[in-house]
């Protein structure tokens, strides 16, 4: 460290290769918090406008800028990513150049690397093995006791940012067990009124009800009126 400004270094070897990028503000501006904190995979770090608390947390940076990492190896391999952030131990261990990623829980997103954009919050949430097979723009919502869960077929809730979509992947119980999204009324059963669509007008709502078996409803067309599963037709309720 030689030029540098506004760094906070705290812990052995704690930015130790940070040194100034030749414009303003590179290698500026870092909070590096534990032992190898944001110590930097060469003599070339370059590093801005990064926070790292957590032993070897940001290890080995070079020129990566506006991340936050918090915990121990917390985005350890990280070396010219952006805007991303990781809360957790090894949250983001495995990502190098990836942006605005966030990842929330211990081990989570260790299946992006190079991704961009992706949500993943809980225990191993889009880890799938420490595999690189995320991509960009996911949402993954999961507590994975093992990281071995394929995120879009097994993850409890995933998303796709880019195409919009979102789906739930938990089955239902009983009644509903083929279902991969279950809705239940407020007396915790399937029958009677489980799912209110709000109207067109000023009346209020029209109401999805489920048969006493439990059928499944996936469909409401234009004017309010629903079809469950036997494709039975309801009409709009008043």
């Known amino acids: 460290l030689t030029t540098e400004d506004q760094n906070v270094l705290m812990g052995i070897s704690a930015g130790q290769h940070i040194v100034h990028g030749g414009g303003t503000g590179v290698g500026d501006n870092n ?3 534990g032992h190898q904190a944001g110590m930097g995979g060469s003599s070339t770090n370059k590093a801005t406008d990064n926070t790292a608390i957590g032993s070897c947390s940001l290890e080995s940076v070079t020129t990566g800028t506006h991340n936050s990492f918090l915990g121990k190896r917390a985005g350890f ?10 809360n957790g131990f090894e949250s983001g261990d495995d990502i190098t150049t990836g942006t605005g990623n966030t990842f929330i829980g211990a081990q989570a997103g260790k299946g992006v690397q190079t991704g961009d954009y992706n949500v993943c ?8 093995d420490g595999a690189n097979n995320l991509g960009s723009n996911k949402l993954v919502i999961h507590s994975d006791s093992d990281g071995t869960a394929t995120p879009a077929t097994e993850a409890l809730v995933y998303g796709d940012f880019s195409a919009g979509t979102l789906q739930v992947n938990a089955p239902g119980t009983g009644a ?7 809705v239940k009324n407020a007396s915790g059963t399937y029958t009677g009124d489980v799912l209110s669509v709000e109207a067109s007008d000023a009346a209020g709502y029209n109401l999805i009800s489920a048969s006493a078996n439990g059928a499944r409803v996936f469909k409401v067309d234009a004017t309010g009126a629903t079809y469950n599963d036997a494709n039975t037709y309801s009409t709009p309720a008043d």
Do not use: H, R
């Open 31 to 33: 909070t590096f918090v």
């Open 77 to 86: 391999t990280l070396t010219e990513g952006t805007y991303n952030v990781g």
């Open 121 to 128: 919050l809980g225990f191993k949430s889009g880890d799938s």
């Open 176 to 182: 509903s067990s083929s279902n991969t999204f279950t």
